[in-house]
Each structure stands twice: as C-alpha cells, then as structure tokens.
C-alpha cells in the first residue's frame, strides 16, 4: 500500500538502511568529500533511518577521536555552513571506527563484529556499501579479507546487499586497469561494483544528457551534417598542490583524459538510450569509445601534443614551474597539459574533428564543451565585409555551471553590421544556489542500487584501449623539450598549432 504520508513529496528515492564502510576513512578523500557529502544528505534528510558509517584505517583513534576529525573536515569543507548542530548530534552518533591493518584477519573480525552490532541495533539488515578510499594496491587485500570475514552478500540475495565504491585511478594502462577490475570481479559481481567518476555526479553533466534528449530542437543539428567541430577544455589553474609524487605516477592524461575528459566525450557524442537506465546509458556511453579512431604511433605523434609548465605567474605572483614542486624530479618528462585531436568514426560523428586539452596551470580553472555548428551556407550579409561567425553551443562544466548559445545579431544603425551576442542560461540564477555536490548525488545512487552514473568495467577497459597506445607511442619518440609553457597561460605553442593546422582556433574562454 502507498504510504499516504509520502504522497506529493518530491523524491521517491528513498534507499533502505544500510551500513557505509570508508576504507582509508583517516585520509584526505574522505575528510574533504565523503564525510561533507554524507553530512549534506543527512541534512537534506535523504539518509535511510537507521544508516550508519564505519571508518576502517590504520591510524590508531577512538570513536571519539574519529568524530572531532570527521567533523573539522565536514566544518571545512562541506557546501553549507555552518553546521547545524542538531543534524550533526544525530549524524555523529551514527560515526563508528574500527583500526587495524588490512592484512590482519582480526581486524576484519572486528568489523563484522562492529557491523552485526549495527545491524541489531538500527536494522540496517546486512546492507553494506563500501568504500574502497585506498590506494589501489590495496584492494586485493581488501577484497580477499572481506570475503574471507563473510562480508560479501551472494548477488542474487534479495534479503540483503553487498556493493562497492571503488575511486580511481582504475589501473595505469590496459593491462592493469584490467587486472584490476578482473581482481574485483574474483569477490563481486560486476552489478556490486560501483566506479566513481565524479564528473558523471555533476548536475551539468547529467544536464547534458536533459540538453540533448529532453529537447525536441538539438538532437536533430547534433551531427556531421550541422557541427563543424567539437571542443572540451578541462583546465585548471593550479599546479599540483603538493601531489607531485602522485602527479609523477600519472600525468594529466592519466589523471583527466582516460576518465572525466572521455566521460565528457561519451556523454557529448552517444546516440540517445532506449531509456535512462544503467545498461542502455553505458551501452551507449561504450559505442563512443569503440568508435574513436585509434591514435597509434605516428598517428599519435601527429594529433596528440604534451606540455609541462615551467615557472610563471597564477593571479600576480609568481609561482614555480612543475620541475620545482615538492617530490617532482627535476629532470621530469610527465606532462601536465595534453591537447588531442580525436575522430569518431561513426554514422553521426564521421569527419567532425573533436579537439580536446586538458592540464594545470593553465590561465583559468574552466571545464567547457563548446559545440561549434557549421558556416552559414550562403554569405548574404557579407556584402559590407561583416563577418559572420558561426554558432556555438557552449556547455560549461564548471564554474559558473550553464549552457550559452553564441549566435549572430544585427548592430542597432543604418548599416546590416553583425555582432555575435549570446542567450545565456545560467544554473545559479536559474534555480538559485548551488545544487547538491556530485559526490551526494553518487552515494546516493549507490545506496539505491542505481550504476548509472558510475563506469562499468568495459567503458574502464575501452577507454584504456584507446589511451595506451598514445603512451606507447610517446614512450617511443624522443624525450619532449620540457617546461614548454609558462604557469598561467593556455599552454604550449603546439597546442594552437595542432588545432591551426585544421584552419581552426581553441574558443577563448
Ligand atoms: N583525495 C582526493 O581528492 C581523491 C580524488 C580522487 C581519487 N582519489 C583516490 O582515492 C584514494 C584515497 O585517496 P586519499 O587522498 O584519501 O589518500 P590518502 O590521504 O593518502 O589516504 C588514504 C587512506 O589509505 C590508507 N593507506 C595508505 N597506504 C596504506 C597502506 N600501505 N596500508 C594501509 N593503509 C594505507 C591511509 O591510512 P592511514 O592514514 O591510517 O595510514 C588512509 O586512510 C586513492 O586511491 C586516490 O587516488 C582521491
């Protein structure tokens, strides 16, 4: 029967009680975004009655010691401030910790014993959702310690769930992401394993895909025969913040194109779903990757450029290049700016160029995709040397999340002089405020069982298919002449050329 108190109410989204296990809950990803995301639903009264949290890391801390933590990180970082006390108490009393290390079977022990204690007391059932916050030559151990504790339910359970959030980086190449996700799949069934990628929890991603289908006017023009070419710029204007030894390990291709920049891709180029479920978007989502035309060897030389910034200025002073930053060698050949030109070879795509960049240092922190239609075919409003620019649909990830359409409009005055100008929705004024972080929205999803937005184990493995080749390639030709820019500008020189060379030019942005 309906529950008439539910009647009217705006979500129906309500996941049943469980038990959310952070492993690695004493470092940085979960006192800077796991903790404040939990805390922001709990506030929206979106947690399940009953949830409850289980920290599990090394460090030694008592309960206690756990929730001052957890609550500075929340008070530090979570979008709404400051805190409300009243749903802090509730939330804190819901905070557990278990320390120990990984590869001890009494810790796991331990855990079960913590988490059969939650279950009796506030019915959360043996739901279990954990999160892998660990490096990831952790996860063997993790996964082999959790089944051998009798901590995975057998998917086909409907009394109860087991599933996992696992973080990337999803492997460094093809072979390893693949043994990764071949090591998860000893443990848990691939419909347990949840790959986060935050960009995919980004209201303006997912606002994407209501750009797309949700309008009867774009999907008609969204082809080879109306786009003349596509740009996604992931730029940041930091360096890497004290990660260099993280940064050494991965480079921007790692850390931004292999994952947020192809889901940007997939999401921009997919044919539309049969339906807004897990299998038909990532079926979809997968084709993307399968069509894009290989970059291998002298093909990746040609359309691929790497940069690394050198010292310059980031808002008027001067900071160091990437060679100088703390645990970077000072012989360093990782790149921390990448530009590609990419081709679907697909029905829809075929000869439209995608040109993507992606780094740090750059002049701004703006992640855009800009969609630029074709010239207009017939130049009837030349005639006095106005230049007619063609149109561009510009999806602006982050910040100052919203869609511009830049099109042309006559100059008030006696001559038919032409001036791009845009319509532009804009989220924050639209809809005031700033929406939920994406983290929320994924935890969530989890919690309910929805993988939607999370990147299935052939979407990982085709992405790397088509990156490491690129790296091979790289790893083949000379070593690059490297810092090739300077901090604060858009890059090396090359990028402008790679993109020039097509008689094109990046959007200013
Ligand atoms: N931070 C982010 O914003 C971010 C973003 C995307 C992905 N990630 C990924 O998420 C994971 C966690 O990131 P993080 O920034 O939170 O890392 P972190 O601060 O370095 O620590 C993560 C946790 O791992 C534990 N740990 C590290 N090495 C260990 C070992 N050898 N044995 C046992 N425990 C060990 C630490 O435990 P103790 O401190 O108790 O030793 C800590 O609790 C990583 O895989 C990272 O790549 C992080």
Redesign the pocket.
């Known amino acids: 029967m309906d529950n008439p108190f539910r009647v009217g109410l705006e979500t129906e989204r309500a996941p049943a009680p469980c038990a959310f296990v952070i492993?690695?809950?004493?470092?940085?990803?979960?006192?800077?975004?796991l903790l404040p995301a939990l805390y922001n639903l709990a506030v929206s009264r979106l947690l399940p009655p009953g949830f409850s949290i289980v920290g599990f890391?090394?460090?030694e801390m008592s309960e206690d010691q756990f929730r001052a933590s957890m609550r500075e990180g929340v008070a530090q970082f979570s979008r709404r401030k400051p805190i409300d006390e009243a749903v802090w108490n509730d939330f804190a009393s819901r905070l557990h910790y278990v320390?120990g290390?990984?590869?001890d079977e009494a810790n796991f022990a331990r855990l079960r014993a913590k988490l059969d204690e939650i279950d009796a007391n506030n019915g959360t059932r043996e739901n279990r959702l954990y999160y892998?916050?660990?490096?990831?030559?952790?996860f063997p151990k993790v996964n082999d310690q959790l089944a051998r504790a009798g901590l995975v339910a057998d998917p086909s359970d409907a009394s109860r769930y087991t599933r996992i959030i696992v973080?990337?980086?999803f492997g460094r190449d093809l072979a390893s992401g693949d043994a990764l996700n071949a090591d998860l799949h000893r443990v848990f069934h691939e419909r347990q394993i949840f790959r986060?990628d935050?960009y995919l929890g980004k209201e303006t991603v997912q606002n994407l895909v209501a750009l797309r289908f949700g309008n009867a006017i774009f999907e008609p023009i969204w082809n080879r025969n109306h786009i003349d070419h596509v740009q996604i710029t992931v730029a940041e204007d930091i360096g890497v913040e004290g990660r260099g030894k993280?940064y050494e390990e991965a480079g921007t291709t790692r850390d931004i194109v292999q994952n947020h920049l192809l889901q940007l891709l997939m999401v921009m180029a997919m044919e539309p779903p049969v339906a807004f479920a897990a299998d038909e978007v990532r079926d979809e989502k997968v084709k993307v990757l399968r069509a894009l035309k290989p970059l291998v060897g002298e093909d990746a030389l040609r359309d691929t450029v790497r940069g690394q910034y050198g010292p310059g200025n980031f808002v008027g002073r001067p900071v160091p290049g990437y060679r100088e930053e703390p645990n970077v060698s000072p012989a360093s050949h990782v790149e921390t700016f990448v530009a590609m030109r990419l081709e679907l070879d697909n029905w829809r795509f075929a000869g439209v160029p995608i040109y993507i960049r992606a780094g740090k240092r750059l002049t701004k922190r703006i992640t855009e995709i800009s969609v630029h239609f074709k010239d207009v075919p017939h130049a009837l409003l030349r005639e006095d040397g106005a230049h007619v620019e063609p149109d561009v649909l510009a999806i602006r990830i982050q910040p100052d999340e919203g869609i511009a359409l830049r099109f042309v409009a006559k100059v008030p005055g006696p001559t038919m002089t032409l001036r791009p100008v845009a319509m532009d929705f804009k989220y924050g004024s639209t809809f005031g405020g700033s929406g939920p972080e994406a983290y929320e929205r994924l935890i969530l999803d989890a919690m309910l069982g929805d993988p939607t937005l999370f990147a299935r184990a052939d979407e990982v493995s085709a992405a790397w298919r088509f990156i490491t080749p690129i790296h091979e390639a790289w790893a083949s030709a000379p070593v690059p002449t490297f810092p090739s820019y300077a901090a604060g500008t858009w890059g090396p020189p090359e990028a402008s050329d790679l993109i020039a060379r097509d008689g094109r030019a990046w959007r200013r942005i």
């Not at 492993?23 to 975004?33: E, N, T, V």
């Not at 892998?132 to 952790?138: D, H, R, V």
């Open positions: 492993f690695g809950a004493s470092g940085d990803l979960a006192r800077r975004k890391a090394v460090t320390s290390a990984f590869d892998l916050a660990i490096p990831p030559s952790l973080e990337k980086p986060i935050h993280f």
